[in-house]
T-cell receptor
Framework: AQRVTQPEKLLSVFKGAPVELKCNYS??????LFWYVQYSRQRLQLLLR??SRESIKGFTADLNKGETSFHLKKPFAQEEDSAMYYC?????????????FGKGTHLIIQP | ETGVTQSPTHLIKTRGQQVTLRCSSQ?????VSWYQQALGQGPQFIFQ???????GRGNFPPRFSGLQFPNYSSELNVNALELDDSALYLC????????????FGSGTRLTVV
């Protein structure tokens, strides 16, 4: 069975400090990993896909297959980064398994 | 280009009743998936439709059923509502079964009393 674990329910950091949101996964195969973000009163938005290896809003995430992790990082946090962040996994079975989400981490950036 | 729209935004139903939630997929998307998000939890996959056929299902009982129409819009039906069905129901659309990621709607907040 596939599973996504986000160990921190809440993470509070000061503006300008580095941010790392942890995500570990369990999947017997080669998954696709995503980070979704939900700002206050807005819908879930795709932030990053590991396949595209791009940087969005200064965030990056590297898939570490050895540690089965996909941690989200940003070197200097900004107040507008405050939001709910969800890590998600998609199996390679033609989308038949949908997305498996973690429980989310609430990131608060303090001024 | 329009995004994913869901209706209604809020709904209150009585235990035992039936409910239908609707979703219009983003223009050009042929895949729709549905998720249930309980308070304080991440979304949980209910099922996915691709070109009008169900092509994946999560761990939900048969009283959760759905449809996808030729224009790729979709419905989620829940029969015999239970109190635990109270949640935010999210619809997400994509190209080709999740290629390039999913676009989410704002959700329908269902309260069962």
């Amino acid at each position: 069975a596939q599973r996504v674990t986000q160990p921190e329910k809440l993470l509070s950091v000061f503006k300008g400090a580095p941010v790392e949101l942890k995500c570990n996964y369990s999947y017997s195969g080669s998954p696709e990993l995503f980070w979704y973000v939900q700002y206050s009163r807005q819908r879930l938005q795709l932030l990053l896909r590991h396949i595209s290896r791009e940087s969005i809003k200064g965030f990056t995430a590297d898939l570490n297959k050895g540690e089965t992790s996909f941690h989200l990082k940003k070197p200097f946090a900004q107040e507008e980064d405050s939001a709910m962040y969800y890590c998600a996994l998609k199996g390679r079975g033609g989308g038949a398994d949908g997305l498996t989400f973690g429980k989310g981490t609430h990131l608060i950036i303090q001024p | 280009e329009t995004g994913v729209t869901q209706s209604p935004t809020h709904l209150i139903k009585t235990r035992g009743q039936q409910v239908t939630l609707r979703c219009s997929s983003q223009s050009g998307h042929n895949t729709v998936s549905w998720y249930q998000q309980a308070l304080g939890q991440g979304p949980q996959f209910i099922f996915q439709y691709y070109r009008e056929e169900e092509n994946g299902r999560g761990n939900f009982p048969p009283r959760f059923s759905g449809l996808q129409f030729p224009n790729y819009s979709s419905e989620l039906n829940v029969n015999a509502l239970e109190l635990d069905d109270s949640a935010l129901y999210l619809c997400a659309s994509s190209l080709e079964r999740g290629r390039d990621g999913y676009t989410f709607g704002s959700g329908t907040r269902l309260t069962v009393v």
